[in-house]
C-alpha cells in the first residue's frame, strides 16, 4: 500500500524537492485561499493532514487546529510540532468526519481536505456524504481533467519516482495509477459536486486546480475564477 509507513515510497510525494514549478504555484494558491477564509472560523480541522502540513496557516490566523490522517507514521511525526503549537493530531479516516467533530468539539472549525487528498480516496463517495452530514462548512483542493493538469500530474509522479505510470479515462475521473501502488482521481467537475449536493460551487485556480466549497466565496479572491 501506497501510504502504509514512513519506509514507503509515498514519502516522495510531500518531499518539496520533488515539486515541479505547476505543484509549487498550486500549493502557494491553495495556503494563500485558506488563510483567506480561515480568518473567519474558530479553527481549521485538515483532513489528509500529512504531517500537519496546513498547522502553519492555522497559527498564523490565530485559530486551533486538529489534524486528521489514517497513517500513523504521519500523525506520529507531527506530534511533537503540534504539541508545540497546542495543536492536535489524531488518526483517523474521513468517512467518520461526523464522530470526529463531536468527539474533539470542533463544531465551528473550518472543514479542509487539501492537495486533492480527496482524489486520494478510493471510497471518496461515503467521504463526500459524511462531509455533508456535518453541515459544516468546507473547502477542497483537487486538480482539474484537463490535458495540462494530467501532464503536470504525470511530471510530478514522476520526479517521485513512481513506475509505470498509467492514464486511465473515466467517465467520472481521471485516475492515475502506479505500479507502487498509487491510485489518484481527478473528478470531473459535475461528477463530485453531485456527490457534494446543489450547495457545491466550483472555482479554478493555478492553472490546473479545482476548489470545491459550500461558501460562496464573494469577493472572490484574486487567486481563483469562479466556474460553477
Avoid: W
Avoid at 515539486?19 to 504555484?25: A, E, G, L, N, R
Avoid at 498564523?60 to 511533537?80: A, E, H, N, R, T
Avoid at 494530467?150 to 467517465?171: A, F, M, P, Q, T
Amino acid at each position: 500500500m501506497l501510504y502504509k509507513n514512513k519506509s514507503s515510497i509515498a514519502y516522495g510525494l510531500f518531499k518539496n524537492e520533488n515539486f515541479p514549478d505547476s505543484i509549487v504555484s498550486y500549493l502557494d494558491v491553495q495556503s494563500k485561499i485558506i488563510a483567506s477564509i480561515l480568518v473567519n472560523y474558530k479553527g481549521l480541522l485538515e483532513v489528509g493532514c500529512g504531517k500537519a502540513e496546513n498547522l502553519p496557516i492555522a497559527v498564523q490566523c490565530g485559530v486551533s487546529y486538529l489534524g486528521v490522517d489514517p497513517v500513523l507514521d504521519y500523525v506520529s511525526d507531527s506530534l511533537s510540532l503540534c504539541e508545540k503549537e497546542n495543536a492536535q493530531v489524531v488518526v483517523g479516516y474521513a468517512e467518520n468526519i461526523k464522530q470526529i467533530i463531536a468527539d474533539y468539539n470542533v463544531y465551528d472549525f473550518l472543514l479542509l481536505y487539501p492537495f486533492n487528498c480527496i482524489g486520494n480516496m478510493e471510497n471518496y463517495i461515503e467521504v463526500c456524504k459524511a462531509l455533508t452530514s456535518t453541515n459544516s462548512d468546507y473547502i477542497i483542493f483537487s486538480y482539474s481533467i484537463d490535458e495540462p493538469s494530467v501532464s503536470e500530474r504525470i511530471k510530478y509522479y514522476s520526479s517521485c519516482e513512481l513506475g509505470d505510470l498509467r492514464v486511465i479515462h473515466n467517465s467520472s475521473d481521471i485516475q492515475i495509477i502506479s505500479s507502487e501502488g498509487l491510485s489518484s482521481r481527478a473528478f470531473a467537475p459535475s461528477h463530485l459536486k453531485e456527490a457534494l449536493g446543489a450547495s457545491c460551487n466550483i472555482y479554478s485556480f493555478a492553472n490546473i486546480g479545482l476548489l470545491y466549497t459550500n461558501l460562496n466565496l464573494d469577493p472572490i479572491p484574486k487567486e481563483i475564477v469562479r466556474i460553477q
